[in-house]
């Protein structure tokens, strides 16, 4: 393999090439689990915890249309999606599906506040979607179950 740290790459400290080449095969894996473990928690909340009318009540405020139904693809985004996202199922749909969902937060809702995620600005959003786009591309990759049962969109 030709980008492996081991293969003639200048590291700083030569002695990590081992762990480097150990688990680099799973760094993709490990960030599209992540991407979809991070958000998973808000639709558990919403799930569990929600009130679907004060979600709607919230989407309405800034003039979406259906509201209801928006608050129930968020919730559904956030749960479902991040769950398949983070395990490597129906993967492709899963980042799509998040990638939508950030690109409308960003552009209705935070977007007026700026960059920084302090100031309830994008930036955290913008990195969700970021990932999602590299992840939808890729796919589930080789520790999934889209590859363990052999089927990717």
Known sequence: MADTAGSGNRLIFPG???????????SYAFMRFCTGAVLFPHGWDKVFHGDMAKQAAGIAAH????????????????????????????????????????????????WPNGYFWTGRGYEYALLWLLLCTAIFFRGGGRYSVDRLIGREF
Do not use: H, K, Q
């Open 16 to 26: 990590l090439a081992g762990l480097y080449d150990a688990l680099s095969p799973y």
């Open 63 to 110: 003039g979406a249309p259906v509201p209801m139904l928006l608050a129930y693809a968020v919730t559904g985004t956030e749960f479902f999606a991040a769950a398949c996202l983070a395990i490597g199922l129906f993967t492709r749909v899963a980042a799509a599906a998040i990638w939508i969902e950030m690109a409308v937060i960003i552009s209705v809702w935070l």
